[in-house]
C-alpha cells in the first residue's frame, strides 16, 4: 500500500529548506516534483533554484490540452543500440548506491512521464545529475531514485529504482501502478531533443508491449496532479498524438540490459564528452 502523504513530513522538509536558504524552499512550499532536482557536476550537487507549479490534487482528471509539439533541431548523438533493441545503463554503471529500504510490490497499469525540472544545457553532466538525483530523493526521506528509467537529452537510457515497485513523489498523487518514465531536462524552458524523443518512443513501445497497456493510454505527470510536468515541449508531443502515434509504429522496440564494464565506458565517454 502506497504511503499517504505526510503533511507535517513535507511541512518539515520545506522548513528545513527554508533554514538553509536553498532554492528547494520554495518548491518544497508549492509541493512540485521533482523539486528542482540538484544539479550535480563532477558527483556533487547544488541546491534547486527554482520551481515548478506545485500539486494541490492526487485526483486530477486527464488533460486534455493541445499544446503546440515543440521538437528540437539540435544535433545530438543518439545512445548505442544493440541488435536486440535499446539499451539500459544498469544501475552499476551509472554509480547507484543501494536502495536505503524496500517498498511493497506493485503491478504496473499505467505509463507516467515527467521531466526532472532543471535544463540539461551540457551532456557530460548527466551521470553525475542521476547520483544528484539520487542522493537527493533518499536525503528526503524516499528509498531510491524516484523514477524507473530516466532518459538524458542524447537518447542515453539509465536504469531507475526497481520497476517492480512504485516510484515516489513529491507531489499529492499516488505513483502506486505507474511505471515513472523521466527527461532530464526542463521543457516548459527548452525544446525536446530528438535523441531523447526517439528513445521516449522506444522506451514507451517497450513498456507499452511489456505491460499490455494502449499508446493512447500513455499520461504524463500533469495528467494526475497539479504541476506542470514534464513542460509544455514534452506535454504536447503526449497531448497531440504525436507519441502514441509513433509508439504504435515502434511497437517491436525491445529494452537491453547494458551493464558491466563496457556499459561503465560508455558513463567514462558520457562524462568526458566523447559519447
Known amino acids: 500500500m502506497r504511503r499517504p ?19 528547494g524552499a520554495i ?16 558527483g556533487a550537487s547544488t541546491a534547486p533554484t527554482s520551481s515548478s507549479t506545485g500539486a494541490t490534487s492526487s485526483t486530477a482528471a486527464p488533460s486534455t490540452s493541445t499544446t503546440p509539439t515543440s521538437t528540437s533541431t539540435t544535433t545530438t548523438t543518439a545512445a548505442p543500440a544493440s541488435a536486440g533493441g535499446t539499451r539500459v545503463l544498469c544501475r552499476d554503471a551509472w554509480g547507484a548506491a543501494p536502495p536505503a529500504g524496500a517498498l511493497p510490490a506493485h503491478t504496473v497499469d499505467r505509463l507516467t512521464i515527467h521531466h526532472t525540472g532543471v535544463a540539461l544545457t551540457d551532456p557530460r ?12 530523493h533518499q536525503r528526503h ?5 524516484a523514477y524507473h528509467l530516466v532518459i538524458d537529452g542524447t537518447g542515453n537510457v539509465y536504469e531507475g529504482r526497481d520497476r517492480g515497485q512504485p516510484g515516489e513523489t513529491f507531489t499529492d498523487y499516488d505513483p502506486t501502478g505507474h511505471l515513472l518514465v523521466t527527461l532530464e531536462g526542463n521543457f516548459d524552458e527548452q525544446p525536446l531533443p530528438g535523441a531523447q524523443l526517439d528513445a521516449l518512443v522506444a522506451v514507451m513501445a517497450w513498456a507499452c508491449r511489456h505491460y499490455g497497456i494502449a499508446p493512447d493510454a500513455i499520461l504524463s505527470h500533469r495528467d494526475w496532479a497539479s504541476t506542470s510536468c514534464p513542460g509544455a515541449a514534452a506535454h504536447g508531443v503526449i ?18 540490459p547494458w551493464c558491466g564494464p563496457d556499459a561503465a565506458a560508455h558513463v567514462a565517454a558520457i562524462e568526458a564528452g566523447t559519447a
Open 141 to 145: 526521506g524516499f528509498t531510491d531514485i
Open 27 to 42: 518548491a518544497a512550499l508549492r509541493g512540485s516534483d521533482p523539486r528542482r532536482e540538484p544539479v550535480a557536476s563532477g
Open 5 to 23: 502523504l505526510d503533511r507535517r513530513r513535507f511541512l518539515a522538509v520545506a522548513a528545513g529548506a527554508l533554514a538553509t536558504g536553498t532554492g
Open 239 to 256: 497531448a497531440d498524438g504525436t507519441l502514441a502515434r509513433r509508439v504504435e509504429a515502434a511497437m517491436g522496440a525491445d529494452l537491453v
Open 125 to 136: 553532466t548527466a551521470p553525475a545529475r542521476m547520483r544528484g538525483h539520487q542522493r537527493y
